[in-house]
């Protein structure tokens, strides 16, 4: 136990100068931001979010949204890429898959534009990684080999090694363990050339753990140990965590299960402290684990159920499997059978899920187009040589043919302009046609809007004045009978109550239907006053981020923005059973992006046979303003609903 006390204070040490070194890479990063300029400035500001994204998710985020805006103002396009991609690492490490998903697709967008294939094939990688970490197997498979061919076209072998590693990945969570050491070793020896240490720690720890599965311990043992002294030298805190998790799972192996648990708990530390969600949650299954097979069920089922709750909370389903499959053994092994069978049906059902066998399948299918491309791609290049040496011989054929197409071409020309007359003048007509119509739109919202006005200014200087009078009548009236009955007093302080709620209610309703902070100080503060309403504590917790509202939008547009979240918003409330509800306005230069994310009991959208008034209202103002509707949900995954409205045509 001595020993053991003396390895941890070790551990501690070694965890305080990585952590303190960071800190003094982050400190001098932000002395440099200070007098940087132009896109230096983007490029500090990239690293450092990257400096911050384990630790600090929220700051991370915030210095890659300035190296966004500030690369829109210098048109640095891959400024914009690599800040994109970092947001959507931020969310992959705490969980938030769909936010994680929706960056790296901007990251990916961009540099597609660009032809920027190293970045657009390390953003591919991470997409396989958010599929991995969701277990969807065959999608991760699907981006590793697109990123894989990519990274290959361009001879960089650490981008190789890296996706190696992560197909590894995949054929260990399907057992197959032979094909994923021969994808870590070939990683390993790809790292070990270009001198990858980080690499090369992630390589040894994953044919270590593989030599786990394969019960080879004294092998698995052998190369966990080396990727931990790999990462405590390269201050890898967060590799640390998954390490040491490692040595204890091979300590299980050897029946050291007391063992097996303190490394755990040294993971656990670790990841708790970075905020990794996924990786606590291991943590706790693998304690569990060892408490199972000591016999102290009791522990197991406690560790398994806080693995449980981050598990539901960041959708992880191969987690989730495991975390069944223990359950119920556990139960079962205290009798409780009931639970034993709850917990085993739901295991049956998300096991065949995850592995059915269209999804075995697919990978199969995925890995012969791989290998198929590469071989078609070395029988192009062979048949563009022979085809160079062919093009001096057909030079003077094409010279020939060239006249003879000018002519055609002139001839073409005189046709295109003519039809180009007459499309302009079709144009023209269509142009005005859509003119008007948006005008008549405009006319029917303005007409509403102006309505709702009316009702809500009759309602409250109308029967609000005089419910009020009516109340002071009844104040005289009580004071002028001097009622002495406790019934009779009892029955006027029930009416002076109603009427009190009556005129709150009055009140209530007109500023709902014309809310006073949306004309006196715009869109984002008249949101945040509504959704502040409708927060429950302990019940209902709504979040709300706006970006870039910096100019002031068109009226008709920010009335239409806040009814559609209103609608959105009612509609959770009444249909969703949430208690979390997250929504994101972002302003970029040309759209507007809105997201309005739940975490309720979604629903099955091709079940979904006709659409209620609510969502039709969204619709409809959706279409006013030229915008796209996105609707994503699945039942008990929550409901995600993306608006997308162009600019252009809005600003004042």
């Not at 100019?551 to 979240?565: A, C």
């Amino acid at each position: 136990m001595i020993i053991l006390r003396v390895i941890l204070l070790f551990f501690f040490i070694l965890n305080f100068i990585s952590t303190s070194k960071s800190a003094s890479q982050a400190d001098s990063l932000e002395q440099s931001l200070k007098t940087a300029t132009d896109t230096n400035k983007v490029n500090i500001l990239n690293k450092l979010s990257m400096q911050y994204f384990e630790s600090n998710g929220p700051k991370a985020i915030e210095f890659a949204r300035q190296a966004i805006e500030l690369s829109k103002t210098l048109n640095f396009q891959i400024g914009i890429v690599k800040a994109y991609n970092n947001i959507g690492i931020v969310h992959d490490v705490t969980g938030k898959y769909d936010s994680a998903l929706y960056n790296y697709g901007l990251s990916l967008e961009l540099s597609t534009k660009l032809n920027n294939k190293k970045q657009m094939a390390n953003t591919l990688n991470n997409i396989g990684l958010v599929h991995w970490n969701k277990g969807e197997f065959d999608n991760a498979l699907d981006y590793y080999l697109k990123s894989l061919k990519l990274f290959e076209d361009i001879d960089n072998k650490k981008g190789v090694a890296n996706t190696l590693s992560n197909i590894g990945l995949i054929y260990t969570d399907l057992k197959k363990y032979k094909e994923a050491l021969d994808y870590h070793i070939r990683a390993l020896k790809m790292r070990e050339q270009i001198n990858d240490q980080y690499g090369i720690g992630v390589s040894q720890n994953n044919i270590g753990l593989t030599y786990g599965y394969m019960k080879e311990y004294a092998l698995a043992l052998e190369y966990v140990k080396k990727a931990l002294v790999t990462k405590q030298h390269n201050n890898d805190l967060y590799g640390q965590g998954i390490t040491l998790s490692d040595i204890g799972v091979i300590y299980g192996g050897f029946k050291k299960y007391d063992l097996a648990i303190e490394y755990q708990l040294q993971s656990l530390a670790i990841r708790s402290k970075l905020n990794d969600k996924l990786g606590m949650a291991n943590s706790y299954c693998m304690i569990a684990a060892d408490y199972g097979k000591k016999g102290d069920y009791k522990t197991a089922i406690e560790y398994n159920l806080k693995a449980l709750e981050l598990a539901n909370q960041l959708k992880a389903k191969k987690r989730l499997k495991k975390i069944y499959a223990e359950l119920s053994h556990d139960y079962k092994k205290l009798s409780n059978y009931q639970k034993s069978l709850e917990y085993l049906e739901k295991y049956a059902k998300l096991n065949d899920t995850i592995y059915s066998e269209e999804s075995a399948s697919k990978i199969a299918e995925m890995q012969t187009r791989y290998e198929t491309e590469k071989k078609d791609l070395e029988i192009t290049r062979k048949d563009l040589e022979i085809n160079n040496n062919q093009l001096e011989l057909t030079k003077q054929k094409n010279q020939r043919t060239i006249l003879l197409i000018c002519i055609l071409g002139i001839c073409i020309i005189f046709y295109l302009l003519y039809a180009r007359y007459k499309f302009k003048q079709k144009s023209i007509l269509s142009q005005e046609l859509l003119r008007q119509q948006e005008l008549r739109s405009k006319a029917v919202i303005e007409a509403e809007e102006n309505e709702r006005a009316r009702i809500a200014r009759e309602l409250h200087d109308g029967i609000g004045q005089h419910l009020s009078a009516v109340k002071l009548n009844l104040s005289n009236l009580e004071s002028l009978l001097h009622l002495k009955n406790e019934d009779e007093k009892k029955l006027m302080s029930n009416a002076l109550n109603i009427i009190d709620d009556s005129v709150k209610e009055v009140r209530h309703v007109s500023h709902s239907m014309i809310p006073g902070a949306l004309m006196q100080a715009g869109l984002e503060p008249a949101l945040r006053d509504f959704l502040n309403r409708l927060q429950v504590p302990g019940k209902l917790t709504i979040d709300f981020e706006a970006h870039g509202l910096g100019s002031q939008l068109e009226s008709t547009t920010e009335i239409i923005l806040f009814r559609v979240v209103q609608e959105a918003v009612n509609n959770v409330l009444k249909h969703a059973q949430a208690s979390l509800v997250n929504i994101q306005l972002i302003q970029h230069e040309n759209e507007l992006v809105l997201m309005v994310e739940d975490n309720g009991i979604g629903f099955n959208q091709g079940e979904l046979k006709k659409e209620g008034i609510g969502l039709k209202n969204i619709r409809s103002r959706i279409a006013y303003l030229n915008g796209t509707l996105n609707i994503d949900s699945q039942p008990n995954n929550g409901t995600t609903i993306t608006i997308e409205i162009p600019l252009k045509k809005h600003y004042l």
